[in-house]
């Protein structure tokens, strides 16, 4: 007889099972047939009650702590492969290609190939707790996932560090093969550039640059890249700091133009006053070029009150313009 709990996350109800000693599966919702047969409803088994306080603190970004007792059903060779995937460390990656390289081939076989690894890890019967999700395309690229690649993206992003969730986006720490979305999507567009600071990318090679800068810049700021919550892409960049003990001030928010008057820049900018407000700040600060009025409407329909504007002079061409600044409690 198997015990079933289940559980709301962010990324859907799972259906938990266990068979008094360890679990033995999670099921996403919608994922097709019951895991578990002739299951009886018990979260008081004390498997499911460790295995439930684990996922609430790995979902809430907090130390889940030791990983309950597990007991996925599969060949010798799915074990093989699922034993190698508890080793991935947690906010890392390994491509199929590499997982292949490091699992011991069946008898008669010289070596492993990414195809064999990759049929086993589509077979994991205990997702998120074996996780099969850090597994990537060689390149970086998120591949194919039981769960659905939304589902990667999300776990993906919730181990590199600080998420911001609304609606419709997820605001991140960038991954290296973020620079294609990037590089598509925002900088190699004049009209985003246009208000910012930077200039537009022209090349591939100039991209893949810029995005390493990105990645060390995110790992030590508060900025995150925007990404669309339901495909991964990334389609924006936005981020603040702190000018006072408790007063954070933006650093810049940009969308790509194709993602522009659809709510994103509402959504953003509300992620970014409740992180700034959980970190301890009473006091947003907005700014926006006095050209930019689509801005500037954003940033007044949130509620927030002209301070004071200042004289600039863009560096990028020597053009002088006046930016805006805006002030609202948290």
């Given at each position: 007889m198997q015990n079933t709990a289940f559980m709301d996350s962010p990324i859907g109800r799972l259906t938990l099972c266990s068979d008094g000693a360890a679990l033995t599966a999670i099921r996403f919702d919608g994922d097709g047939p019951e895991p578990c047969p002739e299951a009886c409803f018990d979260p008081a088994d004390p498997i499911l009650a460790q295995a439930l306080r684990w996922l609430r603190a790995y979902f809430a970004g907090d130390d889940p702590g030791p990983v309950p007792p597990l007991h996925p059903s599969g060949t010798a060779f799915q074990q093989t492969v699922w034993a190698r995937l508890r080793e991935i460390p947690y906010g890392r990656t390994l491509s199929y290609g590499a997982l292949a390289a490091q699992t011991a081939p069946r008898p008669g076989r010289a070596r492993v190939s990414a195809r064999a690894v990759g049929a086993a890890v589509g077979r994991n019967p205990l997702p998120i707790l074996i996780p099969c999700h850090r597994v990537v395309g060689a390149d970086g690229s998120l591949t194919g996932y039981?769960?659905?690649?939304?589902?990667?993206?999300?776990?993906?992003?919730?181990?590199?560090?600080?998420?911001?969730?609304?609606?419709?986006?997820?605001?991140?720490?960038?991954?290296?093969?973020?620079?294609?979305?990037?590089?598509?999507?925002?900088?190699?567009?004049?009209?985003?550039?246009?208000?910012?600071?930077?200039?537009?990318?022209?090349?591939?090679?100039?991209?893949?640059?810029?995005?390493?800068?990105?990645?060390?810049?995110?790992?030590?700021?508060?900025?995150?890249?925007?990404?669309?919550?339901?495909?991964?892409?990334?389609?924006?960049?936005?981020?603040?700091?702190?000018?006072?003990?408790?007063?954070?001030?933006?650093?810049?928010?940009?969308?790509?133009?194709?993602?522009?008057?659809?709510?994103?820049?509402?959504?953003?900018?509300?992620?970014?006053?409740?992180?700034?407000?959980?970190?301890?700040?009473?006091?947003?600060?907005?700014?926006?070029?006095?050209?930019?009025?689509?801005?500037?409407?954003?940033?007044?329909?949130?509620?927030?009150?002209?301070?004071?504007?200042?004289?600039?002079?863009?560096?990028?061409?020597?053009?002088?313009?006046?930016?805006i600044f805006y002030r609202r409690t948290l």
């Amino acid at each position: 007889m198997q015990n079933t709990a289940f559980m709301d996350s962010p990324i859907g109800r799972l259906t938990l099972c266990s068979d008094g000693a360890a679990l033995t599966a999670i099921r996403f919702d919608g994922d097709g047939p019951e895991p578990c047969p002739e299951a009886c409803f018990d979260p008081a088994d004390p498997i499911l009650a460790q295995a439930l306080r684990w996922l609430r603190a790995y979902f809430a970004g907090d130390d889940p702590g030791p990983v309950p007792p597990l007991h996925p059903s599969g060949t010798a060779f799915q074990q093989t492969v699922w034993a190698r995937l508890r080793e991935i460390p947690y906010g890392r990656t390994l491509s199929y290609g590499a997982l292949a390289a490091q699992t011991a081939p069946r008898p008669g076989r010289a070596r492993v190939s990414a195809r064999a690894v990759g049929a086993a890890v589509g077979r994991n019967p205990l997702p998120i707790l074996i996780p099969c999700h850090r597994v990537v395309g060689a390149d970086g690229s998120l591949t194919g996932y039981a769960g659905g690649l939304d589902r990667k993206f999300y776990l993906l992003k919730r181990e590199r560090g600080a998420l911001l969730e609304t609606p419709d986006l997820l605001l991140a720490k960038a991954s290296p093969a973020d620079w294609r979305g990037l590089y598509r999507n925002v900088w190699s567009h004049a009209e985003t550039a246009r208000y910012m600071l930077w200039s537009v990318t022209t090349s591939a090679a100039e991209a893949r640059a810029r995005l390493t800068r990105t990645l060390a810049w995110q790992q030590t700021h508060e900025a995150f890249t925007v990404y669309l919550r339901k495909t991964g892409e990334a389609i924006g960049f936005a981020g603040f700091r702190f000018v006072g003990a408790e007063t954070a001030e933006d650093t810049g928010v940009a969308l790509g133009p194709a993602f522009v008057r659809k709510g994103y820049g509402t959504q953003i900018v509300r992620a970014l006053c409740a992180r700034a407000k959980a970190l301890g700040a009473k006091t947003m600060i907005l700014s926006a070029r006095e050209q930019n009025a689509a801005s500037r409407g954003l940033i007044e329909s949130l509620g927030f009150r002209r301070t004071e504007t200042e004289p600039r002079t863009d560096e990028r061409d020597g053009s002088a313009y006046r930016l805006i600044f805006y002030r609202r409690t948290l």
